[in-house]
Nanobody
């Protein structure tokens, strides 16, 4: 009912930058919070950053000052600008969208397919 398509990711050297985007489509009436999570090998999935429909943001301590989350409500799209990347940022990044479905479909939390970010020299 809600499809999320992620773009971006790839291989970058330490100190470099990458940008991720995630577009939501489907029977969406409105979107509440949008966010990015990541999961490194052998570790649990963790919140990287989130943004409410009002624009309030929240960041993991490990990325504060380096990553910036933003959204375009008209395009149902969330972005993550990652600067000053470190080896420990290497993970699969997943977008997450909390939406209200059209036609009384209720509330749905959806996940993107994940995109690999590798920081290595």
């Amino acid at each position: 009912q809600v499809q999320l398509v992620e773009f971006g990711g790839g291989l970058v050297q330490p100190g470099g930058s990458l940008s991720l985007s995630c577009a939501a489509s489907g029977k969406i009436f409105s979107i509440n919070a949008m966010g990015w999570y990541r999961q490194a090998p052998g570790k649990e999935r963790e919140l990287v950053a989130s943004i409410t429909n009002g624009g309030s943001t929240n960041y993991a301590d490990s990325v504060k000052g380096r990553f910036t989350i933003s959204r375009d409500n008209a395009k149902n799209t969330v972005y993550l600008q990652m600067n000053g990347l470190k080896a420990e940022d290497t993970a699969i990044y997943y977008c997450n969208v909390d939406s209200v479905l059209s036609y009384g479909g209720g509330r749905l939390r959806s996940w993107g397919q994940g995109t690999q970010v590798t920081v290595s020299s």
